[in-house]
Antibody
Framework: QVQLQESGPGLVKPSQTLSLTCTVSGGSISSGSYYWSWIRQPAGKGLEWIGRIYTSGSTNYNPSLKSRVTISVDTSKNQFSLKLSSVTAADTAVYYC???????????WGQGTLVTVSS | DIQLTQSPSFLSASVGDRVTITCRASQGISSYLAWYQQKPGKAPKLLIYAASTLQSGVPSRFSGSGSGTEFTLTISSLQPEDFATYYCQQLNSYPITFGQGTRLEIK
């Protein structure tokens, strides 16, 4: 059974770059026709899709964040990563990684990791 | 972007009640709609995909219907563990978007 786990700093200073990694266990990140996504959720608010990557390296980003986002994949480590540059307090949120199944669903999800942007 | 509007945003109901949550899309999305349940401090959990397909392991009291621009999630008989926030999600086109959520609370 595939499981996902986010990791990275829980505190980032304003104007710096947020960096998170999602480690996939229980299966190969390269198997099947899946893609790998990042989603975030500010406290008490709804879900915002950040972007996704296929293991081929093909990416799509949310236009609202596109200028600041980079998602990459390392198949040798069974990981994919998120970088969000020039962060502000508005980027404070729980960040989730998830596996995408075509145009149908996100499943499974990681447990989420809280990132706070503060000096 | 495709906007998803859920109604109601807040719902108070009792154990055993039948409840329905509606998700309306700003343009047609065929059946590329999923429903998730989220409990406090937890990741969203997939309930329904392709508008009406029950995810493996999800109780049969959950059901989904609809296509195009209007979709519903129905819980046939509320159980104590069903009190949570529910989100719809469209995967028809990028950017992928979510509804604003429906918070289901115990009456």
């Amino acid at each position: 059974q595939v499981q996902l786990q986010e990791s990275g700093p829980g505190l980032v200073k304003p104007s710096q770059t947020l960096s998170l990694t999602c480690t996939v266990s229980g299966g190969s990140i390269s198997s099947g026709s899946y893609y790998w996504s990042w989603i975030r959720q500010p406290a008490g608010k709804g879900l915002e899709w950040i972007g996704r990557i296929y293991t081929s390296g093909s990416t799509n980003y949310n236009p609202s964040l596109k200028s600041r986002v980079t998602i990459s994949v390392d198949t040798s480590k069974n990981q994919f990563s998120l970088k969000l540059s020039s962060v502000t307090a508005a980027d404070t949120a729980v960040y989730y990684c998830a596996r995408g199944g075509g145009r149908w669903k996100f499943d499974p999800w990681g447990q989420g990791t809280l990132v706070t942007v503060s000096s | 972007d495709i906007q998803l509007t859920q109604s109601p945003s807040f719902l108070s109901a009792s154990v055993g009640d039948r409840v329905t949550i509606t998700c309306r899309a700003s343009q047609g999305i065929s059946s590329y709609l999923a429903w998730y349940q989220q409990k406090p401090g937890k990741a969203p959990k997939l309930l329904i995909y392709a508008a009406s397909t029950l995810q493996s392991g999800v109780p049969s009291r959950f059901s989904g219907s609809g296509s195009g621009t209007e979709f519903t999630l129905t819980i046939s008989s509320l159980q104590p563990e069903d009190f949570a926030t529910y989100y719809c999600q469209q995967l028809n086109s990028y950017p992928i978007t979510f509804g604003q959520g429906t918070r289901l609370e115990i009456k």
